[in-house]
T-cell receptor, first 113, second 114 residues
Framework: EPEVTQTPSHQVTQMGQEVILRCVPI?????FYWYRQILGQKVEFLVS????????KSEIFDDQFSVERPDGSNFTLKIRSTKLEDSAMYFC???????????FGPGTRLTVL | AQSVTQPDIHITVSEGASLELRCNYS??????LFWYVQSPGQGLQLLLK??????LVQGIKGFEAEFKRSQSSFNLRKPSVHWSDAAEYFC????????????FGGGTRLMVKP
């Protein structure tokens, strides 16, 4: 069964550094998402991406964040200058239709020191 | 503003007992409804979904959920719990006026006693 994959599984970085989180969505999916879950808190929507552009973004997704689909298979989330409060589990998801189910990857745990 | 509530943070049931996990949402129209399960170290696995039609939906692993419009609820049920069902369960809701983002409840951690 096709799966969403994410790398790395765990990333540790220093405050102020740039990080790129990588995702490989399910191959025939057209909608891509990033969510995050700060420890002990709810899963929160960050951004959705369709047809090579952002379709929705939350208040969390400020100028420090960007997404890209650099080729036909990868979907990345970049945080330009990490802050302590960016420490969280970041989930990538993909879906085949606008309101079809979203399928999630295993997550990348980001720790900012 | 739209919101999703899972009133029970932790639930413990005995193996073989029935299970009901509660989910309530706040929204004026019928949303899109999902249940996900997260085992330790794993991602979020889709259990079932409701878009329209029959209000009782069947999912994987023997789970079902019932949409009750009058109560704004979408509770997850299983008639007989197995030890492998121990995990965290998340209700997620899509609202028509909020693009295609999902709003998640806080999760319910299920523990299963032998």
């Amino acid at each position: 069964e096709p799966e969403v994959t994410q790398t790395p599984s765990h990333q540790v970085t220093q405050m102020g550094q740039e990080v790129i989180l990588r995702c490989v969505p399910i191959s025939n999916h057209l909608y891509f998402y990033w969510y995050r879950q700060i420890l002990g808190q709810k899963v929160e929507f960050l951004v959705s991406f369709y047809n090579n552009e952002i379709s929705e973004k939350s208040e969390i997704f400020d100028d420090q964040f960007s997404v890209e689909r650099p080729d036909g298979s990868n979907f990345t989330l970049k945080i330009r200058s990490t802050k302590l409060e960016d420490s969280a589990m970041y989930f990538c998801a993909s879906g085949s239709g606008l309101w079809g189910p979203q399928y999630f990857g295993p997550g990348t745990r980001l720790t900012v020191l | 503003a739209q919101s999703v509530t899972q009133p029970d943070i932790h639930i413990t049931v005995s193996e073989g007992a029935s299970l009901e996990l509660r989910c309530n949402y706040s929204y004026g129209a019928t949303p899109y409804l999902f249940w996900y399960v997260q085992s330790p170290g794993q991602g979020l696995q889709l259990l079932l979904k409701y878009f329209s039609g029959d209000t009782l939906v069947q999912g994987i692993k023997g789970f079902e959920a019932e949409f009750k419009r009058s109560q704004s609820s979408f509770n997850l049920r299983k008639p007989s719990v197995h030890w492998s069902d121990a995990a965290e369960y998340f209700c997620a809701v899509g609202f028509n006026n909020a693009g295609n983002m999902l709003t998640f409840g806080g999760g319910t951690r299920l523990m299963v006693k032998p």
